[in-house]
């Protein structure tokens, strides 16, 4: 099992950035694709951002395109969201996670993964 520690949220204002983290423990972690997703109150859990194994390949959701950018680190067993001009509906618990493919070409992009962090706040005032 994939233990993953989300970092990086907080508050901030409209048009401010922000960086996500999550660092992932207990798997190899070039053999995993992670991915990023989102869940506003009330809202059901949508996908963010999603990269391939070696981080050659991304997929964003179209709210999030040209903004959001998906990074991954193999060294350090870390993928980071960074988060420009966010906008209040950018809102949410945002939540890393994980699942072990062996094509290293495969973007998960929907909420299949194995393996789920506790999620980081970030909120957007207007």
């Known amino acids: 099992q994939v233990q993953l520690v989300e970092s990086g949220g907080g508050w901030v204002q409209t048009g401010d950035s922000l960086r996500l983290s999550c660092a992932a423990s207990?798997?190899?972690?070039?053999?995993?694709?992670m991915g990023w997703f989102r869940q506003a109150p009330g809202k059901e859990r949508e996908f963010v951002a999603a990269i391939s194994r070696t981080g050659t390949l991304t997929n964003y959701a179209d709210s999030v395109e040209g903004r959001f950018t998906l990074t991954r680190d193999n060294t350090k067993n870390t993928v980071y969201l960074q988060m420009t001009s966010l906008k209040p509906e950018d809102t949410a618990v945002y939540y890393c996670?994980?699942?072990?493919?062996?094509?290293?070409?495969?973007?998960?992009?929907?909420?299949?993964?194995?393996?789920w962090g506790q999620g980081t706040q970030v909120t957007v005032s207007s």
């Open positions: 207990g798997s190899t972690f070039s053999m995993l694709a």
């Open positions: 996670a994980a699942q072990v493919v062996f094509n290293s070409y495969w973007v998960v992009s929907t909420p299949s993964y194995s393996d």
